[in-house]
């Protein structure tokens, strides 16, 4: 039990919670960007990996901004309601894969 005593520090825990977070971002990153790429019209240029890579990196820089949290767990709950009542219809469109 020692053990577990020594991985559930108060610097451990905001690690691991905000890499999670950030992971999270980076994911929201990722998909919102092939969004973006395969249905809006704007977007229809080469599909670059460095380019999704990128919008990664920048998702997650939005997610660890405090000051942006409010914003962000209120997609992460409209998220999170879509894809519990199951609407599809809701899921396909562009205001679920926007960040903020």
């Known amino acids: 039990m020692q053990f577990y005593k020594n991985i559930f520090t108060k610097n451990n825990l905001l690690f691991i919670a905000g890499t ?31 380019d999704r890579i990128f919008n990664g990196f920048f998702c997650v820089l939005i997610y660890i901004n405090p000051a ?22 809701e899921k396909n469109s562009e205001n679920y894969y926007k960040i903020i």
């Open 68 to 89: 942006l949290i409010p914003f962000i767990i209120y997609k992460e709950i409209y998220r999170l309601e879509v894809n519990y009542r199951e609407l599809d219809d």
């Open 20 to 50: 999670g977070w950030g992971g999270l971002g980076f994911n929201r990153g990722i998909k919102e960007y092939d969004y973006k790429h395969k249905y809006n019209e704007y977007y229809k240029t080469n599909f670059l990996y460095t």
